[in-house]
């Protein structure tokens, strides 16, 4: 069975300092990786997402950047955290192609910046 | 930018009863799919309802499309205290789902 792992579950850093949130998959091949952001009782907002290895396609342009360095490994990075940069991320991974299958997001990590 | 919007924002039930939220959204889709999410939670899969498709049931749970009206609906039907979450609707444009701002429900015992 498919499984996605995203860490750390919560992570306090301070404006100005770099930032790395890793999402990992199990269990199936050339997924869709997607990073979401959700703004405390808000909605989903798209940052990045991925169709293959080295494959990003940014949605907001912002502070911060996404990486793929493998089949199955999605990173989220920032040089210098702003504090509009809090909130809680989620990664999620879909099947392969073009949409129609539904999205399995990781248990996100909630980022405070002070 | 947010494609659907859910109706009522919140909505508090008693055990046992049925709820209902409704999502507009407003260029065509592929399907409109719907999520849960347990407080402190990532995203919960719920159920896939394609643009040729008017109606689909998953146990409890009913779903309604009407893409001349760019609406659905989700009916929860016999609600239980496990039922408390917020519900998301997104939908599917391209690769990407775009998620609307949820409906928290809250059952009370």
């Known amino acids: 069975s498919q499984t996605i792992h995203q860490w750390p579950a919560t992570l306090v850093q301070p404006v100005g300092s770099p930032l790395s949130l890793e999402c990992t998959v199990e269990?199936?091949?050339?997924?869709?990786l997607y990073w979401y952001r959700q703004a405390a009782g808000r909605g989903l907002q798209l940052l990045f997402y991925s169709v293959g290895i080295g494959q990003i396609s940014s949605e907001v342009p912002q502070n911060l950047s996404a990486s793929r360095p493998q089949d199955r490994q999605f990173i989220l990075s920032s040089k210098k955290l702003l504090l509009s940069d809090s909130g809680f991320y989620l990664c999620?991974?879909?099947?392969?192609?073009?949409?129609?299958?539904?999205?399995?997001f990781g248990n996100g990590t909630r980022l405070t910046v002070t | 930018s947010q494609q659907g919007e859910e109706d009522p924002q919140a909505l508090s039930i008693q055990e046992g009863e049925n709820a209902t939220m409704n999502c507009s959204y407003k260029t065509s889709i592929n399907n409109l799919q719907w999520y849960r999410q347990n407080s402190g939670r990532g995203l919960v899969h719920l159920i896939l309802i394609r643009s040729n498709e008017r109606e689909k049931h998953s146990g409890r749970l009913r779903v309604t499309l009407d893409t001349s009206k760019k609406s659905s609906s989700l009916l929860i039907t016999a609600s239980r205290a496990a039922d408390t979450a917020s519900y998301f609707c997104a939908t599917d444009v391209d690769y990407k789902l775009s998620f609307g701002a949820g409906t928290t429900v809250t059952v009370r015992a």
């Open positions: 269990g199936t091949s050339n997924p869709n």
């Open positions: 999620a991974w879909g099947g392969p192609g073009r949409g129609n299958s539904p999205l399995h």
